[in-house]
């Protein structure tokens, strides 16, 4: 079969908004968290913007503290944490509160995840032609529930979660072992994500090709950052093979 890019074996695909809608879920589960258990006196809004603060405090310090290793397996405890550093915020001290409203931010998060509208058509055209993988980050419990929630574990023969692994992306070592284990050349396989830095950068760097997923709505919504743009290429850096904004683009790409 005839392909822009030739000779692939192996398609990994990253999860989280490459695959499914994973921070329009996270935005109406937040929401509906503090609905039903947000502190009296305080809007929902005035909580989310909280939560976002204390998101760009903590989050970027997990992978360098004590945190790290229990998160690599389960998702509770730091969410939990972030929930209590949020009602600090306003002056409340509440282990218990804290704990329903990342229970409940959980569950709804988990009720509202869905994959993108043309995800199983070409998972399923391309699973005809190609043996697929996945490469996601996140705590082991919350990645395979997620992919249990979706359905679509039996689409893969390989699958890497960053808490099974002890690492995740964009780590060197991440796609090295990975390669090794499929058994292939660096050039036969394709990653395509959602992410510069942490899905095609490190793929091409790796010696893998890469397919850059960049949607017209992909920007990290306000409560997790201050970018209103989407993800640039940084300049003077490599290339992907393709850059797309809907996942059917990948068949013409791919096939």
């Known amino acids: 079969m005839d392909s822009s890019i030739p000779n692939i074996k192996i398609i990994f695909f990253d999860l989280d908004d490459t695959l499914c809608g994973y921070w329009e879920a996270s935005k109406i589960a937040l929401r509906r968290a503090f609905e039903m258990h947000g502190p009296k006196g305080h809007t929902v809004e005035e909580m989310v913007q909280h939560w976002a603060a204390t998101f760009r405090e903590f989050s970027p310090g997990i992978k360098r503290t004590g945190w790290y290793e229990g998160y690599l397996k ?5 969410r939990t944490e972030q929930m209590r550093l949020t009602l600090k915020r306003v002056g409340i001290d509440d282990e218990d509160q804290a704990r329903r409203l990342s229970d409940s931010y959980a569950e709804e998060r988990n009720l509202n995840l869905q994959l993108f509208a043309d995800a199983l058509q070409v998972l399923e055209k391309l699973k005809q032609c190609f043996t697929l993988g996945l490469i996601t980050n996140g705590p082991a419990d919350v990645q395979r529930q997620e992919i249990a929630t979706l359905g679509i574990a039996h689409y893969f ?8 692994m002890g690492r995740g992306k964009p ?8 390669r090794q284990e499929v058994g292939v050349p660096p050039e036969q396989i394709v990653f395509v994500g959602n992410s510069y830095a942490h ?3 490190p793929a091409l760097e790796a010696g893998w090709h ?4 960049r949607r017209p ?3 990290p919504p306000s409560m997790v950052g201050h970018r209103s743009e989407p993800e640039s290429l940084p300049p003077g850096a ?18």
């Open 171 to 178: 780590l060197p070592e991440v796609f090295e072992m990975i």
């Open 238 to 255: 490599p290339q992907p093979d393709a850059t797309i904004e809907h996942l059917a683009e990948l068949l013409p790409v791919l096939q």
């Open 157 to 164: 023969k390989h699958i890497y979660i960053e808490g099974e």
């Open 74 to 78: 389960k998702g509770e405890p730091t």
């Open 199 to 201: 899905d095609v950068k």
């Open 210 to 213: 890469a397919i850059w997923v």
């Open 217 to 219: 709505t992909d920007v």
